[in-house]
């Protein structure tokens, strides 16, 4: 028979729970499952965490923003990008920013503020990357190996990444390309791509390039990134007093949360802070 106590800390979690997200039945899976909120431990639905809630924090109806995840990295970021966060159900001042790597991914999702009264989770945006601007002559785009120049001082691109090549009104097109579609990266390097039609296609043969001194108004851009945002709260997410696991969506489900009571109780003893960003006591 499981074993378990009512007071919030690891040790009187239950290490039989850890086979409800196919983990060894061991002290250590037990600590990892207890309060868990990091993506590098994943369940058999999501990303799955244990948590002793008492009957305060249960009947909290609204809550701050707690967990920030990517779903699509993007392309092409050269810098951090801002966040955009849309209400759907209350809540005030929560404030996050996106974190850009060196291949020009955005690879977390960081809340800065955490805001308070969200009673459901908000959608948000994350801001585009910059359209990077290429000069459409004939040191811009070298037509011999089909290669395009980037102007900025490293490419951020990838061969695979899908780009949206920009030409704005008034310019013609580089021969072989059409304004405004996308294409893929072919090849690409620190300094510049080759593009296709199709991802791991051919590579389009540029054919011409302007013989001027400068062509502007011929962009590359790469894709936006998309995440989603949980947020912490009781009542709203459905939270009952005794210990609880927590499971929040990934891939298709991201942004879904599901808590199933494990064992109810009426008193849990002691609350441990560390969890006050998912379950807050106000």
């Known amino acids: 028979m499981a074993q378990w106590g009512n007071s919030d800390a690891a040790s009187n979690a239950s290490i039989q729970w850890v086979s409800q997200v196919k983990k060894a039945q061991t002290s250590t899976e037990r600590t990892n499952l207890y309060g868990n909120t990091s993506a590098s431990y994943f369940g058999n639905k999501g990303v799955a965490g244990c948590f002793a809630v008492d009957t305060t924090e249960a009947r909290i109806s609204a809550g701050p923003l707690a967990v920030a995840r990517v779903l699509t990295p993007g392309s092409g970021y050269a810098a951090n990008a801002a966040v955009t966060i849309t209400v759907t159900n209350g809540g005030t001042s929560g404030v996050a920013n ?78 072989g390309l059409t304004g405004n579609t996308f294409y893929y990266v072919s090849f690409a390097n620190t300094t510049g791509i080759v593009l296709s039609t199709t991802n791991g296609g051919a590579n389009i043969d540029l054919t011409e390039a302007r013989a001027v001194a400068s062509e502007a108004g011929h962009s590359i851009q790469g894709e936006t990134a998309t995440g989603v945002i949980t947020v912490g709260g009781g009542q709203n997410k459905g939270v009952t007093a005794g210990w609880n696991l927590r499971t929040a969506g990934t891939g298709g489900r991201a942004g879904r949360v599901q808590n199933e009571c494990l064992v109810a109780m009426r008193s849990i003893k002691t609350d441990n802070s560390a969890d006050d960003s998912i379950l807050p006591n106000s």
């Open 98 to 175: 996106a974190t850009a790597n060196a291949t020009g991914r955005i690879s977390a999702l960081n809340i800065s503020t955490e805001g308070s009264g969200y009673k459901t989770n908000p959608t948000i945006a994350i801001a585009a990357p910059a359209a990077i601007t290429i000069n459409a002559n004939t040191t811009g785009v070298i037509a011999a190996t089909d290669f395009i120049l980037i102007s900025t001082a490293n490419s951020k691109f990838l061969a695979g990444d899908r780009v949206f090549y920009g030409v704005t009104t008034g310019n013609t097109a580089t021969a």
